[in-house]
């Protein structure tokens, strides 16, 4: 018999590609198809899903009738409560073999595996989370390896089923690890890297697919059933952008989002002053972040650069205000610097072009990098070069590790890589915009964020070799 997977992966919250998507999959899906999603379908940097607690997401996977999906890191960033009221009010499965909360339980919801039948045929699909390493107990949970997770289900469920699909939260070059390491495995189905296969690679006789990224393709593999295996017949990406939107689609989302601006527009406190922001200029919106850091870790500087945020704050601070002009999953982080690594930093932030660059990174959800803001430091400057800086009124040392407050992104080097040159990290459990909700209330602080950090001088040059 003929058996046929569209596929989807990453969508990352892009649903107006996600709706064009669902229009080609209720064209293509017949009584023959399974329709799965690989993880990181609800990003919670949509309002739609942080207003409803991610119903909306779980409302337009049943209305484009998915029969299951799997759980990506971006299902867990909104917290366990989160994902535990998504996969329970879902009718359709929410997967992952390797998945625990950090006290060992399982989630609610959230099954190992599921056995799905099709004209008479029973198909296993289980599916893998990523391991995020030091996140995993930051943010209350546990990942088991992902090769053992799945072995195990596999012999958990042997006799129970004829085809055996895996949804691999784990990225494309552990599928092939994952085909050379289990026999059983008929088709996997990959996520979490963003990859898009033009066509169906086979692997040790399993058959591997991912879909790319941000609902911009459904992947289509057709396949024959011959004695309990899959043999591939035909594959392909189709783009979404020539599609028409759904209609069921939309519906769902202009409901969800009045739904949730109710629930997020109402007024936490009102600001003493308005916090504007701007990319380039020095301004009290991410100075205000800088200094809540630093107060956070007690530490000598708070650093952050001005992209973390799309805008700034009149008037009084909401949710929803917070999710938009905030929307990325960073934690505050402590990390340790050398003088050296972090004078170079800074100097960079001098050049336009670096802070207008493309932020691109994991967890990054604004557009460019933006300029450095700091706490705890004053930079004299010439406009292109630095020419001194003290930290809590003493010249910066080259050889002397500083302790910085900052963001994961930073720590990792994305748009700054002279600060990856750390060491000692660790991470606060919740995020930037928390940060921000925690200290505009305070009037000291408001205040203090239209101090000037950098001041523009001649001079001779500060000498860091």
């Excluded at 379908?41 to 309002?47: E, G, L, Q, R």
């Excluded at 055996?164 to 189905?189: M, P, R």
């Excluded at 460019?368 to 009124?393: C, E, M």
């Amino acid at each position: 018999m003929k058996l046929s997977v569209i596929h989807t992966n990453d969508v990352h919250s892009h649903f107006e590609n996600f709706a064009k998507a669902t229009s080609l999959i209720k064209d293509y899906a017949d009584e023959h198809t399974l329709v799965l999603d690989g993880g990181d379908f609800a990003d919670f940097k949509s309002i739609e899903l942080q207003g409803t607690q991610g119903i909306a997401a779980v409302k337009m996977l049943e209305s484009a009738g998915y029969d299951a999906m799997t759980i990506g890191n971006n299902e867990l960033f909104n917290g366990v409560d989160t994902l535990e009221h998504m996969a329970v009010h879902s009718s359709i499965p929410f997967i992952s073999c390797n998945l625990l909360k950090a006290n060992g339980e399982s989630f609610n919801g959230v099954l190992r595996s599921t056995i799905v039948h099709k004209q008479g045929l029973r198909i296993l699909i289980t599916g893998a989370s990523p391991d995020l390493q030091e996140f995993n107990d930051l943010m209350g949970f546990r990942i088991v390896d992902y090769i053992e997770g799945i072995r195990e289900e596999i012999e958990r469920q042997r006799g129970k089923y004829d085809i055996c699909i895996v949804l691999n939260h784990v990225g494309t070059e552990c599928d092939i690890e994952l085909a050379d390491s289990i026999d059983e495995i008929d088709l996997i189905l990959s996520a979490h890297d963003h990859v898009l296969y033009d066509e169906a690679k086979v692997v040790n006789g399993t058959i591997l697919n991912s879909a790319g990224m941000y609902g911009e393709h459904i992947g289509i593999v057709e396949m024959e059933v011959t004695n309990n295996s899959l043999l591939l017949l035909a594959s392909r990406a189709i783009s979404t952008a020539k599609a028409v939107e759904d209609e069921e689609i939309k519906g769902i989302l202009l409901s969800s989002r009045e739904e949730a601006i109710a629930n997020l527009s109402k007024p936490l406190y009102s600001v003493s002053q308005t916090l504007w922001h701007d990319i380039l200029e020095e301004n009290p919106m991410t100075n205000l972040i800088a200094d809540g850091l630093k107060d956070r870790f007690e530490c000598d500087l708070g650093i952050i650069n001005s992209g973390i945020t799309n805008g700034g704050i009149v008037d009084f601070v909401s949710n929803k205000k917070l999710i938009e002009i905030c929307p990325s999953p960073l934690n505050p982080t402590y990390f340790e610097i050398q003088g050296k690594h972090l004078f170079a930093a800074l100097e960079s932030s001098l050049d336009s072009s670096v802070c207008m660059s493309d932020g691109r990174g994991p967890g990054f959800r604004g557009k460019y990098v933006g300029k450095f803001h700091v706490s705890g430091a004053i930079i004299h400057h010439d406009h292109k070069r630095i020419l001194s800086i003290t930290i809590n009124n003493k010249v910066l040392e080259p050889e002397k590790w500083y302790r910085v407050a900052s963001s994961d992104y930073l720590l990792r080097g994305s748009g700054y890589p002279d600060l990856a040159n750390n060491r000692n990290f660790t991470y606060q459990p919740d995020e930037i915009k928390d940060v921000i909700r925690e200290y505009a209330k305070e009037e000291a602080f408001v205040k203090n964020a239209y101090r000037k950090c950098w001041v523009a001088q001649t001079g001779a040059r500060l000498e860091v070799n």
